[in-house]
């Protein structure tokens, strides 16, 4: 690994190593203002993951990071996706799986009705239950606008949904195929959204994550399918990053929420970067994040440096100098949570550190960034 850059997380003099090996709760959560770090840290990170053999997909909601952050990860070794030119093709061990995703599509619609979800899913099944079990979006739409239902309301609504996804600009390529013997992805990828109506910006999040997700558990349920020599031969463990994520459905029930509470026991984590906490997530979310494993808080206002250091710090006067701290915090500084060991020790910590964020050349990955598996 020679001349390849990598980060070390340092409290004072002495390495910190995060021990993702200790709990399954391995998401993370990364808040900070502009240029305080965080996409260097979670970028360096994820390329260190990736040549550790983890599996790194990061979303990028349409040029959210830079070439450099992007070329650390391809130079680990993950491949790069043009969704709006290369299209994304979503592959699903059963139909039932597949029939689900009508539940990801309505969401970024903004619609509520179970009548809407229902006309989209009986579509689905419809087109799932073709021999070779393989369509596009753009076949959705077209069924949707041919579909006769029994009663006027679930047709009124097959026209609606036509109309409102045909409303976005262009309809991305996005395949659905069922094979049982397949996987998703066998490869850490870079999905780019860049050139895409921000609906379908969400649209393909939710549908890339919840193929992962389902992916991640029938590989748990191995009984449930017949098991791929894939899955025989690895113990597959994927990190999805997305970075200013405030804008996607962070809901118990939608995908982000499910992959933070269930994804995690499948081996699933999310790595979720956004500038602010505060006015952009209800308390119920926040304390989702909480649950989810890791926390990293880089330079933050006033009032979210006052808020973290409330839920941290009992007495007043060190709430106050933490507070100030984080308010303050130099680029490459941040306060971390979650379970670590100092140096070269066995024993687990969960306390809470201000850490630095360093790049280190010519050094051997391994236990650099957090103890072997």
Partial sequence: MKGVIAVRLKCGTKNIKLRLDSSEKNSMLVVGGSRAGKTFFASNFAADLITEGYQVHLIDLGDKWSHSDKKRLQLAGAQIVQVEQQGIELVFQNKKDLIDCARHIVNPLNIKSEAAKAVLKNIIKKLAAKDNASFQFSNIISSLRSDNQDTQDKSEWSEKLAD????????????????????????????????????????????????????????????????????????????????????????????????????????????????????NFSEAVISQFKQGGYRFYFRLTEEEAWNVSRQLVYEIAKRKDLAQKLAHLPVGNCLMLGAHSLENRTNVSEDFRIVQIEEELNCVRRGTVYAPR
């Avoid at 309809?171 to 999905?191: G, L």
């Avoid at 860049?194 to 969400?202: A, P, Q, W």
């Avoid at 994927?238 to 970075?243: A, L, P, S």
């Avoid at 405030?246 to 499910?258: E, K, M, V, W, Y």
């Fill in 164 to 279: 409102r996804l045909d409303g976005y600009g262009e309809i991305p390529d996005i395949r659905f195929t069922v094979d049982k013997n397949a996987i998703f992805s066998s490869r850490s990828t870079i999905w780019d959204l860049s050139g895409l109506d921000e609906t379908y910006v969400k649209i393909s999040t939710y549908l890339l994550l919840y193929c992962l997700f389902c992916q991640q558990r029938n590989y748990f349920r191995r009984d449930a399918f017949n098991t791929s020599s894939f899955f025989e031969q690895n113990d597959l463990k994927v990190f999805v990053v997305i970075d200013e994520f405030q804008n996607l459905d962070c809901d118990r029930h939608a995908i982000i929420g499910t992959c933070l509470t269930e994804g995690q026991k499948y081996k699933l984590a999310l790595i979720l970067i956004t500038q602010f906490l505060s006015n």
